[in-house]
């Protein structure tokens, strides 16, 4: 079954297979889209060398294999086809450090994204409260959230630790 979509230019309409649209690269990659594979990229470089540490702590063998698995068959190479993808695009990527010892930047990162994480979790809470004590509750613990975030934020860009998305400039 072919899809076709239906475009409307200067009052012609022409028809264009679906399979078009998904193959077609004469588009520039937008805003979103590159700022989200940078961020799913991020994400990933700073969570594995905490599967590395998980993996290293575990001692069932089944789970030890879980972790190592998803780290070397889906994590990494999940960083190195983002990577890839964006040089593709000419788009600066993230980079992923040597993997041998776990440094005081992976970990001020590691840090810091458990904690952005933490405050998504806070808001979703706080907007899925109906009753005022509960949000009141919620709002406390965002509140101290907060205060670690801007710590560890600071932190990390005192040490020059922030992996900041490219510039548009």
């Known amino acids: 079954m072919i899809f076709n979509k239906f475009i409307v230019n200067k009052g012609r309409v022409n028809r264009l297979k679906l399979t078009d649209i998904l193959t077609d690269n004469k588009h520039p990659l937008h805003w979103g889209g590159s700022s989200g594979l940078w961020d799913i990229c991020r994400h990933k470089i700073i969570g594995i060398p905490v599967l590395d540490i998980l993996h290293d702590l575990c001692e069932d063998p089944e789970l030890k294999r879980f972790i190592k698995q998803g780290t070397e068959m889906q994590a990494v190479p999940h960083v190195e086809k983002i990577q890839e993808f964006l040089k593709k695009e000419e788009l600066a990527y993230p980079s992923m450090p040597q993997r041998k010892k776990i440094t005081d930047e992976q970990i001020g990162l590691a840090i810091m994204e458990i904690l952005r994480l933490s405050l998504i ?13 509960l949000r009141k509750f919620i709002w406390d613990i965002t509140e101290d959230d907060k205060k ?15 992996m900041n998305p490219p510039s548009t400039s």
């Open 121 to 133: 979790l806070d808001n979703i809470a706080f907007m899925d409260a109906t009753r005022g004590d």
């Open 148 to 162: 670690a975030f801007d710590k560890i934020v600071e932190l990390n860009y005192e040490k020059n630790w922030i």
